[in-house]
């Protein structure tokens, strides 16, 4: 049962950066709406895989349970070693991608910022930033 979830859990995680790849290659294209069509499928995967970790974890939890004087590499057989392996790699994969990722929505964040205080000066008051009061969209000159 733990190799079958394992492999499920991998799938999800292949699907996750599939999809952050994919995210990544639009950003670059500033393709924003399929993006934000994938979503939640994103959303809907990285749910389906939280839900399988915490069910390998109370397999392995139960496997240390029922065996106490077993250490946890002599619990597992060589497929499911082979399957944990294949996990760490992949959940370090999904960790460069997403720092790649990240990177890149910062700098067209920022990029959006500027134009948008270029446009619509704004000032602070307190906490917040609010339009300055001499600021105008337009400006006609005669």
Do not use: C, W
């Amino acid at each position: 049962m733990l190799s079958h979830h394992l492999q499920n859990a991998l799938k999800d995680l292949r699907d996750i950066i599939k999809i952050t790849e994919s995210d990544i290659e639009d950003i670059k294209k500033a393709s924003h709406d399929t993006q934000f069509d994938r979503l939640s499928l994103k959303e809907e995967k990285l749910k389906s895989f939280e839900a399988k970790k915490a069910i390998i974890d109370y397999e392995i939890s139960n496997l240390m349970t029922s065996n106490p004087d077993t250490q946890l590499p002599n619990l597992l057989n060589p497929e499911q070693h082979k399957l944990l392996d294949e996990l760490k790699v992949e959940l370090s994969k999904l960790r460069e991608v997403n720092k790649h990722y990240a990177k890149l929505v910062l700098v067209v964040s920022n990029l959006y910022n500027t134009f948008l205080e270029r446009l619509v000066p704004t000032e602070m008051q307190g906490y917040n930033k609010v339009a300055s009061k001499d600021s105008s969209i337009l400006e006609v000159r005669a």
